[in-house]
């Protein structure tokens, strides 16, 4: 993994690339890619570099040129076919200096031109600069595991890994924090790509290609779901014959990810089916022991250590783990929101940052995760209760069909159903509307409505004035109409949830602030493409999630994880605000003149928030829209303190070894 960075002069007459300038966005990025450096530069544009070396470390240098100099590329992940896309282009006439997958991009570029990332199975953000067209290139991996970033201004287009670098490479560029980009953020958990929470800042669409040139952008798209409908086949055989193929194409994903390094490679393991059946398959690929990591929770509550510990015993793994208390997550949070750069409506990635920080203290560079699997096969509470309530408007009077709903959430001392009457209420609202798009999720999306009331009036009029929900529905593919209300839920989930906050908030962020890359193998092309092709009830048998997944994985991860109740990924959330480890950063972020000098919430409703939420405390119990209020709240302020108010200066590192200077080459035309 790396951080990458650049400049695309897109007004003539402007000076070369500043190599300070490029310098410092590499040393803005320095966490993600600590091993070296490479800068690169043309009369119109330059490259910035931040290794983690994973493979080839001793030649896999960046940027980097095929053999006549007019193609570069920075690149950050991994392709996991690179080794075959090598072959393939040997075969076409191809010579290699490296055994690198970053040489294989460019290559393949010059062969395929944008459909080279068709081919690609894998996770990336690549830039690329074509001499010859005067072309920048940029692609983000079908999911949007790896992130990029783009802002214009001057005159220049610059792209970058993480916003910060950004910021350093142009101080004057404006910084101020964008009300639909909130509102998103707020309705979904994230802001959809290209929209971001910084006004004049673009995210690259998960899946897609960007060519810039004298003429404009032209954007293409690299990656379509393809659920089964009018047009594309159905899996046709058996449940059974379902899991053998699931077995097969989930152990190759990760047997690729687990080999395909020139480091170690461990991996995470939470407790669950997911990520023990992956570090179950990543120690049958490597055929011996190694490095396994876990979360555990001072709060039992949050606590899966006994099936951690029993999946370790089965695999004999080298265990790691980390307990997290409330006070870690409030020390943690000031520093995890620095990563986001973003707000969070959840504490989530605070003990994965402190996971991560365990990964690295232990020498490992590389984790497996499970992250993906719900997605992929219908693991969420959220496809089951989109189910039931499909189910019970088709007879909306029916008194017997909502107890389902009672099945629902038992892992939550303060279950959205335990109330029954409340929850028939709230999960019966829009019933007539359950052949519409978006039907599963509204009940989510309606979450806005409790953080909404603590903007301020002149904020609120901003936010109020965009319509998310049905801004989103407007962008659905043409197919969507056809596919089944199960894949209408899970491609939401993936457009929303899962490369917004869960690969980026809780996961490559957090991974990469500690300069480990993270793999995931159900996000694999394969396994996606695979997954996205069975029937709904092999996903989702009557309401038993994941029913395949777990067909599958019988034999290979022990009966007692397979069987038992599921319990989602969580951590305590305002009540890790309540002691004494937070008060002072609070007091700093979230008083009267903070808050009214962010813009975005009343001051008094945020302090009347959080005198509520004190008191609270003492009971140890919070709603569920005072604990996203608090989070948010505490998590904006945190990104205006960051990124706004304070505009503190990246350094540039000491030594930079790759420094390919070419203004004085003459520009092909």
């Not at 950004?166 to 924090?177: E, G, K, S, T, V």
């Not at 939470?270 to 990520?275: A, E, M, V, Y």
């Not at 959330?573 to 007091?587: K, P, Q, T, V, Y």
């Not at 608090?630 to 990124?643: C, D, I, N, P, Y």
Request: some cysteine; proline content about 6%; glycine content about 8%.
């Amino acid at each position: 993994m790396c951080g990458i960075a650049g400049v695309m002069h897109r007004r003539a007459g402007l000076p070369p690339p500043d190599l300070d300038v490029l310098a410092t966005m590499a040393g803005a990025l320095n966490h993600r890619g600590p091993d070296e450096f490479g800068v690169y530069r043309e009369r119109r544009a330059g490259f910035a570099h931040a290794r983690l070396s994973i493979i080839d470390l001793a030649s896999g240098q960046q940027p980097l040129a095929n053999e006549t100099g007019t193609l570069w590329v920075t690149f950050n992940g991994e392709i996991f076919n690179y080794v075959e896309l090598r072959q393939d282009l040997l075969a076409r006439g191809h010579r290699f200096r490296t055994q690198s997958d970053t040489e294989v991009i460019v290559h393949a570029y010059e062969e395929w031109g944008t459909a080279a990332f068709d081919r690609f199975n894998g996770q990336w953000a690549i830039g690329l600069w074509d001499e010859t067209r005067g072309e920048l290139v940029l692609a983000r991996d079908p999911f949007g595991v790896r992130p990029l970033f783009v802002a214009e201004h001057d005159g220049r287009l610059w792209f970058a890994s993480e916003v910060k670098a950004l910021f350093a490479a142009a101080p004057d560029l404006p910084r101020r924090l964008d009300p639909a980009g909130l509102g998103e953020l707020f309705t979904f958990w994230s802001a959809i790509a290209p929209r971001t929470t910084f006004e004049g800042v673009d995210e690259v669409e998960p899946g897609t290609v960007r060519v810039y040139s004298a003429s404009g952008v032209r954007v293409a798209r690299s990656y379509q779901p393809a659920f089964p409908d009018d047009h594309t086949p159905a899996f046709t055989g058996s449940v059974d014959e379902a899991a053998d193929a699931v077995r097969a194409a989930v152990g190759e994903a990760t047997r690729l990810r687990m080999l395909r390094a020139d480091v170690p490679v461990g991996s995470y393991l939470s407790g669950g089916l997911d990520s023990s059946y992956i570090a179950a398959l990543g120690l049958e690929a490597k055929g011996s022991r190694f490095a396994t990591f876990s979360l555990r929770f001072a709060d039992a509550e949050y606590d899966e250590t006994p099936y951690q510990r029993l999946m370790v015993q089965r695999l004999g793994s080298q265990h790691h783990e980390i307990v997290v208390s409330r006070d870690d997550i409030a020390r943690a949070f000031p520093d995890v929101i620095r990563h986001t750069e973003r707000p969070v409506l959840r504490t989530a990635p605070a003990p994965l940052y402190l996971l991560s920080k365990l990964v690295h203290d232990a020498g490992i560079k590389v984790v497996l995760t499970g992250e993906g699997a719900d997605e992929m096969f219908g693991g969420y509470d959220l496809f089951r209760e989109a189910k039931v309530r499909r189910f019970w408007a088709a007879q909306p009077s029916s008194t017997r069909r909502p107890k389902l709903l009672e099945r629902l959430y038992p892992y939550i001392q303060r279950s959205p159903v335990s109330q029954q009457a409340v929850a028939r209420q709230f999960f019966g609202q829009g019933l007539d509307r359950f052949r519409e798009p978006g039907f599963g999720h509204e009940p989510r999306w309606r979450g806005f409505s409790a953080l909404s009331r603590l903007l301020s009036p002149a904020f609120r009029e901003r936010v109020t004035a965009t319509t998310p929900a049905a801004d989103l529905l407007r962008t659905l593919p043409d197919a969507f109409a056809r596919w089944s209300s199960l894949a209408q839920d899970q491609y939401l989930e993936v457009r929303t949830l899962l490369s917004g906050y869960l690969l980026s908030s809780q996961g490559d962020r957090m991974l990469m602030a500690h300069s480990v890359e993270g793999r995931f193998p159900f996000l694999d092309r394969q396994v996606a493409a695979l997954a996205e092709s069975l029937p709904p009830s092999y996903k989702i048998r009557v309401l038993d999630e994941k029913h395949v997944l777990k067909r599958a994985a019988r034999g290979t991860v022990p009966d007692e994880i397979l069987q038992r109740p599921k319990q989602p990924y969580r951590a305590p959330d305002a009540l890790a605000f309540s002691g004494a480890a937070a008060r002072e950063w609070i007091a700093e972020v979230a008083g009267p003149d903070a808050v009214a000098d962010a813009g975005c919430f009343d001051p008094p409703a945020v302090q009347r928030l959080l005198d509520k939420c004190a008191t609270q405390a003492e009971r140890g119990q919070f709603s569920n829209a005072d604990n996203m209020s608090v989070v948010g709240v505490l998590s904006t302020q945190l990104v205006h303190h960051h990124f706004i108010r304070r505009r503190v200066a990246a350094a540039p590192p000491r030594v930079i070894r790759t420094v390919v200077d070419r203004t004085a080459a003459p520009v092909r035309s």
